[in-house]
Nanobody, 123 residues
Framework: QVQVVESGGGLVQAGGSLRLSCAAS????????MGWGRQAPGKERELVATITSGGTTSYSDSIEGRFTVTRDNAKSTVFLQMNSLKAEDTAVYYC?????????????????WGKGTQVTVSS
């Protein structure tokens, strides 16, 4: 089992910046990719940024160029630097960790999510 805990959310004005942090604990040696998702009121959760253990990143179109995901493998932590924030970035942000495991010859991918941290951007 892997546990992930987010921190760093808050209230910020449009155009401002915030940095989210996420620390993983437990069976962290299995973690491959980590990332961030978000869920705005009335909308489904979307995965906005991921980073592999090798440092390869991917971003959703909605945050491309404004957010940067980084990772400290030694500390099993992942960060999301959010710049040029917009009102539409308001959401609960969730940390995600993926653990692939081969069980009985079958590759299974387990995903672990944190409880989330609120980010509110005022316009």
């Amino acid at each position: 089992q892997v546990q992930v805990v987010e921190s760093g959310g808050g209230l910020v004005q449009a155009g401002g910046s915030l940095r989210l942090s996420c620390a993983a604990s437990g069976d962290t040696h299995c973690i491959s990719a980590m990332g961030w998702g978000r869920q705005a009121p009335g909308k489904e959760r979307e995965l906005v940024a991921t980073i592999t253990s090798g440092g390869t990143t991917s971003y959703s179109d909605s945050i491309e160029g404004r957010f940067t995901v980084t990772r400290d493998n030694a500390k099993s932590t992942v960060f999301l630097q959010m710049n040029s924030l917009k009102a539409e970035d308001t959401a609960v942000y969730y940390c995600n960790a993926e653990c692939p495991r081969v069980e009985n010859g079958v590759l299974n991918r387990y995903e672990y999510w944190g409880k989330g941290t609120q980010v509110t951007v005022s316009s």
